[in-house]
């Protein structure tokens, strides 16, 4: 029987929700991201592509998408850092019967806005949207994007057809940016009801056409929430940034070793600065030249830089995938990534130098971070709850 | 006789904790005993159906000793006393593809 150890966490602290292969772990320290717990493995024995937390209205809460292999993906979350889950019962994420959809697996569990503290987003696959309007006790399918004229046409990627990546606009009600593998980027302004392509300029050199209507291969993409007009996305091949939320996307890919790749964050305080991790390509997915290097850019993706202080850089053949490079929200922002290697790396210096904070670990799927804050009172999340 | 249908232990969480759920009225087809089923226990449909009603890649369900994708699948025919198995498939035992991203 697997022994779980569990953490408990404090105001200050930060938790990195780290999803894997077998089961999900959670990693904390204080703000000085020096030391770090381990606590896990929850779920063992079940992938988790998607971990999420959501502290707004006073709530510190966990979402974790365990899949078994046999019995499918659910949706469950703990107020407690991992001591206890909501049933495995009230699993909701699904689509309508006589939709012709089955869910395959949950790649993202997404916070909506600050000012709307219910809302809750959850891309899927087969690649959809759906949406929670009450901190994610019920879910429904966003039928604006499943309607889409293109969604039958849209082909699955290495990863198979997923909805990986929502990005609402902070500043704009109404405005929210999903990215599809392979489908492209989708921009709504209305609140979900309609949609169309957002990803002008960026190229599908796997097509004939490399400038398709739609069928962009993005692997991931980020905002910053004081720019929300520009993002960055890691496509299958190619580097981009926009400055007018999608309506034209300029190649950023100078001074990178390889345009191809998966992860890609953003520092939490600076817009401009921006984490990738490159790889060598489709065919060879792993970190070039056996060097496992972080690339940030500082100035919007003119330059790029190799960040390789306390990372190996002899026989590294590691790869990062799409969800496992983020960063926390500390005022000296901490960077993580982790590997399919099971490696878990940190940085509390914005990028500059890195520790190993686990290795051993099942093939690394997702790394998110979150900043605790003090627990307030709150409606705890639905459902009977299991240890 | 009633049928009854076993559940492999990562579903029995599920059933309130049974391994095996008697079944009271009587069924003719493995439809209707899971029409029973999930009505005494709502959560496990979508464990073992997909939300379109198709039972599960890496899920194999036997009536007696014969699995149901050989004799009609859900319409298969489900005798007087009969024991109704829901096994987690050997196939099914990784996540199957090498997920990339």
């Given at each position: 029987m697997v022994e779980t150890r569990q953490i408990s966490a404090h105001p200050g602290d930060v938790v990195l929700m780290v999803g894997t292969m077998k089961g999900a772990f959670l990693f904390r320290s204080n703000a000085a991201r020096a030391?770090?717990?381990?606590?896990?493995?929850?779920?063992?024995g079940h992938a988790v592509y998607a971990m999420g937390y959501d502290g707004r209205a006073g709530r510190r809460r966990?979402?974790?998408?365990?899949?078994?292999?046999?019995f499918g993906a659910v949706l469950r979350a703990s107020d407690d850092f991992g001591r206890s889950w909501t049933s495995e019962k009230d699993a909701n994420v699904r689509f309508?019967?006589?939709?012709?959809?089955?869910?395959?697996?949950?790649?993202?569990?997404?916070?909506?806005?600050?000012?709307?503290?219910?809302?809750?987003?959850?891309?899927?696959?087969?690649?959809?949207?759906f949406e929670s309007k009450d901190a994610g006790t019920s879910w429904a399918l966003v039928r604006g994007l499943y309607d889409h004229p293109h969604r039958p046409k849209w082909q699955p990627g290495g990863g198979g057809l997923c909805l990986h990546t929502v990005l609402p606009d902070p500043t704009r009600p109404g405005r929210l940016h999903v990215a599809i593998s392979t489908g492209g980027v989708y921009r709504s302004d209305d609140r979900g009801a309609t949609w169309r392509t957002a990803?002008?300029?960026?190229?599908?050199?796997?097509?004939?056409?490399?400038?398709?209507?739609?069928?962009?291969?993005?692997?991931?993409?980020?905002?910053?929430?004081?720019?929300?007009?520009?993002?960055?996305?890691?496509?299958?091949?190619?580097?981009?940034?926009?400055?007018d939320a999608g309506e034209s996307w300029k190649d950023i890919a100078r001074g990178v070793p390889s345009d191809f790749g998966f992860g890609m964050a953003v520092h939490p305080h600076d817009p401009d600065t921006v984490y990738i991790v490159p790889l060598e390509s489709d065919e060879f997915r792993c970190t070039p030249q056996g060097k496992l290097r972080v690339y940030r850019t500082r100035d919007g993706g003119k330059s790029w830089k190799a960040l390789t202080r306390g990372l190996p850089q002899k026989d590294a053949f590691e790869t990062v995938l799409r969800d496992a490079l983020t960063t926390d929200t500390l005022p000296k922002a901490g960077v993580y990534f982790g590997t399919r290697s099971g490696k878990l790396f940190g940085s509390?210096?914005?990028?500059?130098?890195?520790?190993?904070?686990?290795?051993?670990l099942?093939?690394?799927?997702?790394?998110k971070a979150a900043t605790v804050h003090k627990a307030a009172t709150v409606r705890k999340a639905r459902g009977r709850r299991a240890a | 006789m009633a049928v009854t249908v076993s559940l492999p232990g990562a579903l029995v969480a599920y059933a309130g904790g049974r391994r095996s759920v008697p079944l009271a009225s009587p069924c003719a087809t493995v439809a209707q005993?899971?029409?029973?089923?999930?009505?005494?226990?709502?959560?496990?449909?979508?464990?073992?159906?997909?939300?379109?009603?198709?039972?599960?890649?890496?899920?194999?369900?036997?009536?007696?000793?014969?699995?149901?994708?050989?004799?009609?699948?859900?319409?298969?025919?489900?005798?007087?006393?009969?024991?109704?198995?829901?096994?987690?498939?050997?196939?099914?035992?990784?996540?199957?593809i090498e997920a990339l991203g």
């Open positions: 030391r770090w717990r381990r606590g896990g493995p929850h779920f063992p966990i979402w974790a998408a365990p899949e078994s292999a046999h309508p019967e006589g939709s012709g959809s089955s869910l395959a697996r949950i790649w993202q569990v997404t916070p909506g806005r600050a000012d709307e503290p219910g809302t809750l987003y959850c891309g899927v696959e087969p690649a959809a949207l990803h002008k300029g960026v190229r599908a050199q796997f097509l004939p056409d490399p400038h398709p209507e739609f069928g962009q291969c993005v692997h991931k993409m980020v905002r910053h929430p004081a720019h929300p007009d520009r993002l960055f996305l890691q496509n299958h091949w190619g580097l981009y940034r926009t400055d509390a210096d914005g990028g500059s130098s890195w520790r190993l904070i686990a290795d051993g099942p093939p690394v799927v997702c790394v | 005993a899971f029409d029973q089923l999930w009505r005494l226990h709502p959560g496990l449909r979508d464990r073992v159906l997909t939300e379109q009603g198709a039972v599960r890649r890496h899920v194999n369900v036997f009536v007696g000793t014969d699995n149901i994708r050989d004799t009609g699948g859900l319409d298969t025919p489900v005798p007087d006393g009969a024991e109704i198995a829901i096994v987690p498939a050997v196939s099914g035992g990784t996540l199957g």
